[in-house]
């Protein structure tokens, strides 16, 4: 049986498992009991996890689409800071805004487990909302205003939205915008939940500015204090979460001074390639 202590009243645990070690069956049904209850899990470890061990343990819950990790750290190539004025750089700096992960894809990500290997001293929290405690909390009226709404999601929207550039026509036409219910049915817990995300470019049937207000007003109930856990980085940490029940943000440090080294793996619904 797999022991969790909770991190917060609603939505984080610590889960006493190793990603470094192979994960049977049970031990994976166990860990998603525990997420449906805390749908942010975090394993500690003393030093960052391989790559390797981060993949297969990832892939214990699902289907990983290529490539199976992702960088999401502020370094280059080279491993060196990327320079103020980077494309890349800008558009990571995108995931400063409250934002779902992959949400502009057909196929939605599930978890997305996210591995510590070089933190700044200070700043660089990670922060999540619970969306269904979010959505439990709403006013009737308007749970019946928003549940029939259909959403549409762009990557290029937040990226430009967070101070990126505009993509060229060939980078739209990699990354089309796709359509998900702004409410949803949690798979696992089988609670309504909001699925909210900075991706969002239009809400189907509604103008910019209304889209723009209820988005607005959507997002600033969801990170009330009372809904989010901050999480504290340390070496060696990673972090698992849904995002079929939460919303997440990087928050701000030094990016032209420190390295963050962070790299993720997404687990999708039913992925086929």
Known sequence: MVEAVPLHLLL????????????????????????????????????????????AFSRCFGPLPPPEIIDQSNLDENGEIFADEDRRLAYKRANRLWHTDMSF?????????????????????????DMRAAYDALPEALKARIEPLVAEHDYY??????????????ERAERPPVLHPLVH??????????????????????RKDETRALLEELTAFATQPQFVYAHR?????????????TMHRATPFDDQRYRRDMRRTTVRENYAP
Do not use: C, Q
């Open 157 to 170: 929207h937040s990226r430009v939205l967070g101070g990126g550039p505009e993509p060229t026509p060939a």
């Open 12 to 55: 984080a645990a610590e889960i006493a498992a190793d990603v470094r070690l192979p994960l049977s069956p049970s031990g994976a049904a166990g860990i998603m009991a525990i997420m449906d209850a805390y749908p942010v899990g975090v394993f500690r470890h003393s030093t960052p996890v391989s790559d390797a061990d981060h993949i």
């Open 105 to 129: 894809y057909p196929v939605r990500a599930t978890y997305s487990l996210l591995a510590s290997h070089a933190i700044p001293p200070s700043g660089a929290d990670t922060e999540f909302a």
């Open 185 to 206: 049915v949690h798979p696992g817990s089988k609670r309504k939940a909001l699925y909210l995300a900075s991706h969002i470019s239009r809400i189907v049937g509604y």
């Open 233 to 245: 980085w340390r070496l060696g940490d990673v972090v698992m979460w849904d995002n079929l029940a």
